[in-house]
């Protein structure tokens, strides 16, 4: 009987061990997925804009229209999308910095929020025209501030993003 108590015993700890390490991996295997998918899809979403560019790059190399109007829109698709391309990466060095343990970090330097927005709206043109957008900006003045630029422009995006999205017609 002091045989079969003690295979007993070690089958419910083999077992309490498999549950116990299932119950640990757990977090560890939803993590992975979730980042595998978060990988497939910033790769999908990567392939539109290059593919677009390529496509357009190549139509102007071949000289597929003598319009300077086609042309200039062909640049204007070429540029808007590559544009799309640099935030997507940007949002991905960040989500990578948080994920990290480095968001913590603030990169303060003292900089002209005026020229970043300036900067900013000059590069968001088309977007802003493709939403039929007007926005008012006086940048006649500078303002400095000490602050970490990079998470500056991200605030800024969020919320160029938010204004484009709950925009009406107005």
């Known amino acids: ?14 077992i309490l061990a498999i ?15 979730k980042q595998k998918q978060f990988i497939a899809d910033a790769s999908h979403e990567l392939k539109t804009p290059i593919a677009l560019i ?9 000289g597929i229209t003598d319009s300077q109007e086609e042309r200039d829109y062909y640049c204007d698709v070429i540029i808007d999308e590559a544009e799309k391309m640099n935030l997507m990466i940007k949002k991905l060095a960040t989500l990578n910095q948080l994920e990290h343990g480095g968001g913590n970090e603030l990169n303060l330097e003292r900089f002209n ?15 802003i025209e493709e939403h039929g ?3 008012y900006f006086n940048n006649n003045d500078s303002i400095y501030v000490w602050s970490d630029e990079f998470l500056f422009e991200e605030v800024l995006m969020n919320f160029f993003n938010n204004a484009l999205n709950h925009m009406d017609d107005k």
């Open 1 to 14: 009987t002091s045989i079969v108590l003690f295979i007993l015993i070690e089958v419910c700890i083999i």
């Open 54 to 62: 390529s496509g357009y790059a190549e139509g102007l190399k071949e």
């Open 19 to 33: 549950a116990l390490t299932r119950w640990i991996i757990k977090p560890v295997i939803v993590s992975f997925n």
């Open 133 to 135: 957008a007007n926005i």
């Open 113 to 127: 929020v005026v020229d970043v927005i300036d900067g900013f709206l000059n590069t968001m043109a088309i977007v």
